[in-house]
C-alpha cells in the first residue's frame, strides 16, 4: 500500500494546477493554501523531479511531487 502511494507521487501531473487555488497536504500533513504562481518541469532540477511553487500568506513555498501528499484546488 505505502509503495504505490509513493508512486503515485512521482506520476502527479503538477503543471495542470498552475495559476489555480489549492491546498497541499504536504507528507508531513501539514496544510498550506494559496496561489501556485509557478511549475518546473522534472528536467528543470536537480532532483529530477517536477515542482510547483506557491504564494502563502506566510510568503512562497515550492513543493516537489514528493513532498505533496495531497494537492485540492479551492
Known amino acids: 500500500m505505502l509503495l504505490s502511494c509513493l508512486q ?3 506520476d502527479m501531473d503538477l503543471k495542470q494546477y498552475y495559476g489555480k487555488q ?3 497536504i504536504d507528507t508531513d ?3 498550506f493554501i494559496g496561489l ?3 511549475y518546473f518541469f522534472p528536467e528543470d532540477n536537480e532532483n ?3 515542482s510547483i511553487v506557491i ?6 513555498v515550492e513543493f516537489t511531487s514528493s513532498d505533496i ?5 479551492i
Open 36 to 38: 501556485v504562481d509557478d
Open 55 to 60: 504564494t502563502t500568506s506566510d510568503g512562497l
Open 48 to 50: 529530477g523531479e517536477e
Open 8 to 10: 503515485s507521487f512521482c
Open 29 to 31: 500533513l501539514e496544510t
Open 69 to 73: 501528499y495531497k494537492i485540492i484546488p
Open 22 to 24: 489549492v491546498m497541499i
